[in-house]
């Protein structure tokens, strides 16, 4: 039997592709994309000469999953783990468990596989060896203890990739990982890890607001510094029909994450903007909290970006979800901005042609109405076109 030197193993490979499926309501779909991953050629999903793979399709047993990463975890050379699935968390000891096939929220302890374990099996690797990649979702009160920190997926291994809220609104699917596969297939020469999380984080069809990137941050600002907030934008007022929103008051001319915002929309680059006010969402998410004006400031950037692009149904949940926010902050319901992004949804909520999405949002509406009820006739107008939608707009 041949024994390798050093350099040989630095050239060798190993990867360890995990995905579950938790039997929940609208599960993120890994199963099917984990097929097409692992009919990556091994050498170029680790970025190495020469590898192997190996796959776990729907484990339902953590001790299963434990055995492949304690085996992974003693290859030496370069390592790749690929995690996706469902993230909870075990109410007993508060801790991150990835979903497998057989958890419910009442057996987390027994049936879903323990996060820490995977850090525990790597901690003793060569540093620089070992490289985790994520696609995973969360409900609201897992993905908020993400953003705020007070939970993490941090490790002895250089972290990549996605977690995705999945709640009533939010249905989160594999594009990650579709977008990163996409890549490995298609480039004449396999990207850099940095590059290739880049790549796949900008073609990635996710709802960027509601998204948790892991790793260097895809989009181009730097996220502002504690002590400083990002100041109000200037977004300008479309044409009132049939309600006006009122005109913001402008922005500071040195205000550069706003200036590369509007520059890339006028340019027709609205997922650029978006990313660059998602990213900046992002960093006042976990300065500020979820419940904080600047976080509903930077939501109604990307209702601005929304309308610009020409979805007004994508702009209306925005702004009607920044002045939930506002309101959520204690922002009190006579206040401008508040007023301001009420009036706004009202606006792009005329502008939604869909029946469905139109009544789903204009009950939304309706309810804010009873809080922050505007001009005069503002509520009555939002009644008066629900009560035509069955009629006036079927095609």
């Known amino acids: 039997m041949g024994i390798n030197t050093g350099a040989q193993a630095e050239q060798q490979g190993y990867a360890l592709l995990v995905a579950a499926e938790p039997p929940v309501r609208h599960p993120l779909a890994v199963a099917a994309i984990l097929p097409q991953l692992a009919a990556v050629p091994p050498a170029r ?18 001790n299963t999953v434990l055995t492949a990463v304690r085996t992974a975890a003693a290859i030496e050379g370069q390592l790749l783990v690929y995690v996706a699935g469902h993230l909870v968390v075990d109410p007993r000891q508060h801790r991150l468990h990835l979903a497998l096939a057989r958890t419910t929220a009442r057996t987390v302890r027994y049936t879903a596989f323990p996060w820490h374990w995977l850090a525990t099996e790597l901690q003793h690797r060569t540093p620089g060896t070992t490289t985790v990649v994520v696609d995973l979702a969360a409900d609201t009160d897992v993905w908020q203890a993400l953003v705020q920190r007070e939970q993490t997926l941090d490790g002895p291994y250089a972290l990549y990739g996605a977690v995705q809220l999945q709640d009533r609104r939010h249905r989160p699917s594999p594009s990650y990982t579709h977008a990163l596969t996409h890549i490995l297939r298609s480039t004449p020469a396999r990207p850099t890890t940095d590059e290739l999380h880049h790549q796949a984080a900008r073609a990635a069809q996710v709802e960027p607001a509601a998204t948790l990137w ?50 890339a929309s006028q340019a027709g680059r609205h997922a650029e903007a978006a990313a660059i006010a998602a990213a900046w969402e992002q960093a006042a998410l976990r300065q500020h ?21 020409g979805s007004p149904d994508r702009a209306c949940e925005l702004w009607l979800r920044g002045a939930v926010v506002r309101l959520t902050a204690d922002q009190p319901e006579t206040h401008p901005d508040v007023v301001a992004a009420v009036d706004r949804a009202h606006y792009a909520w005329h502008h ?28 009555e107008d939002v009644q008066r076109r629900l009560a035509k939608l069955p009629t006036a707009l079927l095609p």
């Open 214 to 263: 892991l790793g260097p941050a895809p989009a181009n600002p730097t996220p502002p510094s504690p002590t400083a907030g990002p100041p109000a934008v200037e977004v300008p007022a479309p044409r009132p029909e049939p309600i006006q929103p009122p005109t913001p008051s402008p922005a500071p001319a040195d205000d550069d994450p706003h200036r590369a915002i509007s520059q």
């Open 45 to 62: 999903l680790v970025g190495t000469p020469y590898a192997s793979v190996v796959q776990l399709a729907n484990p339902d047993d953590p």
């Open 352 to 379: 939604v042609t869909n029946p469905a999405k139109a009544r789903e949002l204009g009950t939304e509406l309706s309810t804010l109405r009873t809080q922050v009820p505007g001009k005069s006739g503002a509520r």
């Open 289 to 309: 909290g979820p419940t904080s004006p600047k976080v509903a400031h930077w939501i109604e950037v990307r209702a601005v970006i929304a309308l610009e692009e």
